[in-house]
Structures are given as structure tokens and as C-alpha cells.
């Protein structure tokens, strides 16, 4: 009834017009959802925003080409996934004209709320091989909405379509990182039409997005685009943030594929790109050492993304200097520690023997420690070698470079609003765990049960409202 007064106050008939329309220009215009947040502030949603051309035909394994608004656009259905393996069933999901974003802002065209609003962007996570925009870990950013700040969340090219590098094709690589650095540049053109500020941009990216974030803190064409940076649960010198030798497995796709040219592989199904190379959950967060990741790039290519490892570049004073946050959960990988191999230092032996090294070291590790009957030491193994070694150095590193605030945040609360446990049926296993804290930064999957059923959730709900008041002073403040 509340929600429904609010619009009746805004003087909107929603049978004979739709508040919500970006106006692009004289001969282009856009068409999103008016609603509102659970708690009825008013809010616009435009999904399936296209920032770049489609990224297929001659344009598949190329750099994005950004894409500026032509005629009519409806973004009021929830844009398509990139392409990605449906690691339940090895099916193959989305399709490749999916380089798009959705933009959920308090911004009501022709309404007194103001303009110049905070903008938080998110980048995904999801190994760099899954994930997309639209509802994932979490269902919404209603109470983000309530403290008067933009929401973007924006596709990138995944897996082999977004890091496939062969240089004998003229296939340069990072296709993904630079689909994140065109998104970042669209919304600088543009998002002050959805009453956002292109100078109050904070980038936020969890897991693969939380080394994304890094990755972009440190590349000199991504500075300019944002003012503040969050990375949560990863950063770039993670072991399975780079591959250092992407040939192998670029050599067994073209030898399943016969392909012999670029034009061959553009032309190809995008479906037969993929392989069915899942077992299981762990493959989601792990097996991607091998596979098709960030790799370096050539040094003389001016459109390269990386071209120096990152512990290197980690060395050197981040191109943007910027207030940072990094973070993580107090157990970040206890879900994923059968193949304890993979936890074990691997990129941080940046050279041709550092695989044999970490099957070598997880053995003797394991032949040591049971860990059926000692898993919180296999806990706090995996989270040293592959979560608290990269944060605590990518910290140390930006303190000692960066002339900005550095802060570390670190998730302990153990709730209802975390996801990962329950969507693997791991509910006995205790601890916050990879990807909780974004069911209390966004809104959580339950939202709607929380919402009816407030005094069971007083817990969750008063850890929540402190998380997003946290990020949203962030993004207001540095």
C-alpha cells in the first residue's frame, strides 16, 4: 500500500506512461522498469544494456568495439548470460551478444531526486569461466537503492571466448578484462543519464571480479574510470588469477577443433568451444589453472592488458591511486579443498616448474594431515596459500605504493543470507565461507522470506543494513 502511494504521489499513470525512459539523444531513447525497493523508494532498473557491438562473426576473439545507443531500446527483460557450461549438466548456457550491464538507480525521471548519485559497478565472479549480470548470489541491491546509490552490474566474455591468446592467429587475449574496461568507459559517456556522476565511480568486484579489480587498479588505460576500488575475495596475485602458460591448452582445443586460421575459428559454433571439462564444484574454483584465464599479453601491443606478471607489476605504484578496500571471508575456501593441489602456493612459483612443485608439496602435505580428521588445519592451509597470502600481500604492497587510504575488511558473520553452503548442500560445515558477504551487501536470494518474516531475521538483517551502510559511505566518501 506504502509503494503504491509513492507512485500515485509521483503523478505517473503507469497504464499510459512509463516514468523510467533514458533519453540518448533525439533520435534514441531507452525503456526500463519503474518499481521500487522492498522498503518503497522509488527505483528505475535498466537490464540488458548494450555497451559494446556484439562480439561475434569478425568480431569474435577481438578487442570490444563500445557501442553508442541507436533508436528504441527496451531494457526492461534481464539481459542473456556470455556463454559458459552449465557445470551441473556440461550444458552449454547464454549466447555470445552479451556484452550488457543492468543499471538499478533511484533516479526517477522527472521526479526532484537528485542527480550527480554515487555509482557502484560490479564485476562479477565465477573463475572467469561463469557468471553474468543478472541474479546470481544475490537478488537485487535494494537497501544500496535506499541510500541514494546507482547499481551497475555488467556481462564480460568468458572462458575461452574472453581469454583464448594465440598470437599465430593475431588473437591477442583478455578479451574479458577489456569487455570490463569498455563497460567502465560506456558508463563514463553515459550513466549521468540515469542520474549517475561519471566522477563518483567505485569499482567492486568479488572473486574473478575481485582480481579484476586489482588488475584494473594497475593498468594505466583503466585509470580515469573509477575513483574508488573494493576487491573481495581475490586479487590479481591469486594462484589462479593468471595462466603463465596458456599454450597447452590453447594447442588441444585447436587439435580438437582442426582449425587451422582465425577465420576458421570465428566461424565455428561458439558451443563447440567449450569443453565438458567439469567433475565438480572444485573444478569451478580450481581447475582453471590450466585453462583459459588473464595470461600476458605482448609488451609492444598498445591494446594490451597485462604484459608483467603481477607479482611483478604489484612491485610498482598502482596506476590508479585510489582509496581501495580488500577483502575476504574468514574461510573463504573450506568448500573447495578436495584437491588440496590446487590451494597449495601455485602461482606464486611464476615459472615453467611451479605445477609440478605444488602436486609435489600437496602430496607431501597431505600425507601428513588425515583431512577427514583434522579439516580445519587443511581450512587454514587452503586459506594461507590461496586467500590470506594474495590479500595480505596485494595490502602490504598498496600501503607502502598508494598516497590513498587502504583498508581490510574481513566477513566473519555466519547467517541465512550466505549462499554458497546451501546451494551445495554444505549447511554442517561452519565458518563464512566464499561469497557470503554479498547476501549482505546486495539482497539476499531470501529476501522475500526475510522481508515477511522479519523477527526470524533480526540477525541477518541488522548485520546487513551495517554492511551496506559501510560500502555506501565508502562509495559516498572514500
Not at 543492468?102 to 559497478?121: A, M
Not at 563497460?183 to 565511480?201: E, N, S, T
Request: glycine share 8%; with cysteine.
Amino acid at each position: 500500500m506504502l509503494l503504491f502511494l509513492l507512485l500515485e504521489a509521483l503523478s505517473f499513470s503507469s497504464a499510459t506512461r512509463n516514468p523510467c525512459v533514458v533519453e540518448f539523444g533525439s533520435n534514441s531513447s531507452g525503456v526500463g522498469v519503474f518499481d521500487g525497493t522492498f522498503s518503497s523508494t522509488p527505483q528505475c532498473s535498466y537490464y540488458g544494456v548494450r555497451y559494446a557491438e556484439a562480439p561475434v562473426g569478425a568480431l569474435r576473439f577481438k578487442n570490444p568495439v563500445l557501442h553508442d545507443p541507436r533508436g528504441p531500446q527496451n531494457y526492461t527483460k534481464q539481459g542473456t548470460m556470455c556463454p559458459q557450461m552449465n557445470t551441473h549438466n556440461g550444458s552449454i548456457m547464454g549466447v555470445e551478444d552479451c556484452l550488457v550491464m543492468d543499471i538499478i538507480t533511484p533516479f526517477v525521471p522527472g521526479t526532484s531526486k537528485p542527480t550527480k548519485l554515487p555509482v557502484l559497478v560490479y564485476i562479477h565472479g565465477g573463475s572467469f569461466v561463469n557468471g553474468y549480470s543478472g541474479l546470481g548470489l544475490w537478488k537485487g541491491a535494494d537497501l544500496l537503492i535506499d541510500k541514494n546509490v546507482i547499481v551497475v552490474s555488467i556481462n564480460y566474455r568468458l572462458k575461452v571466448l574472453g581469454f583464448l591468446r594465440h598470437p599465430e592467429f593475431n588473437i591477442t587475449g583478455n578479451f574479458g578484462l577489456k569487455d570490463q574496461r569498455a563497460a567502465l568507459q560506456w558508463i563514463q559517456k553515459y550513466i549521468h543519464l540515469f542520474g549517475g556522476d561519471p566522477a563518483r565511480v567505485t569499482l567492486m568486484g568479488h572473486s574473478a571480479g575481485g582480481a579484476s579489480v586489482i588488475y584494473h587498479l594497475y593498468a594505466e588505460p583503466s585509470k580515469g574510470l573509477f575513483q574508488q576500488v573494493i576487491s573481495l575475495g581475490g586479487t590479481m596475485i591469486a594462484p589462479w588469477a593468471l595462466n603463465y602458460k596458456p599454450e597447452g591448452i590453447t594447442a588441444e582445443l585447436l587439435r580438437r577443433l582442426n582449425v587451422t586460421s582465425l577465420e576458421e575459428l570465428q566461424a565455428i559454433d561458439y558451443k563447440e568451444l567449450f569443453f565438458d571439462d567439469r567433475f565438480d564444484f572444485s573444478w569451478y574454483f580450481t581447475m582453471i589453472h590450466d585453462g583459459f584465464v588473464p595470461t600476458l599479453e605482448d609488451p609492444d601491443d598498445p591494446e594490451a592488458f597485462i604484459t608483467v606478471s603481477p607479482h611483478t607489476m604489484i612491485l610498482d605504484k598502482p596506476a590508479s591511486d585510489v582509496p581501495v578496500i580488500v577483502g575476504q571471508t574468514a574461510t573463504e575456501y573450506r568448500l573447495m579443498l578436495k584437491y588440496l593441489e590446487f590451494f597449495i602456493m601455485g602461482s606464486y612459483f611464476p615459472h615453467k616448474s611451479w605445477q609440478p612443485i605444488y602436486y609435489d608439496i600437496a602430496k607431501l602435505v597431505q600425507s601428513k594431515i588425515n583431512a577427514s580428521d583434522k579439516p580445519d588445519i587443511i581450512v587454514q592451509l587452503a586459506n594461507l596459500a590461496s586467500g590470506y597470502y594474495p590479500v595480505k600481500r596485494t595490502i602490504q604492497h598498496l600501503v607502502g605504493q598508494s598516497s590513498s587510504p587502504v583498508y581490510y575488511f574481513q566477513f566473519e558473520y555466519e547467517g541465512r543470507f550466505g549462499y554458497l553452503k546451501r546451494d551445495q548442500n554444505q549447511t554442517n560445515q561452519h565458518g563464512a565461507a566464499h561469497g557470503d558477504e554479498l547476501g549482505y551487501i546486495f539482497s539476499p536470494l531470501v529476501e522475500d522470506e526475510a522481508v515477511a518474516n522479519r523477527e526470524r531475521f533480526l540477525p541477518e538483517w541488522s548485520v546487513h543494513e551495517e554492511t551496506v551502510q559501510l560500502v555506501s559511505d565508502f562509495v559516498k566518501f572514500g
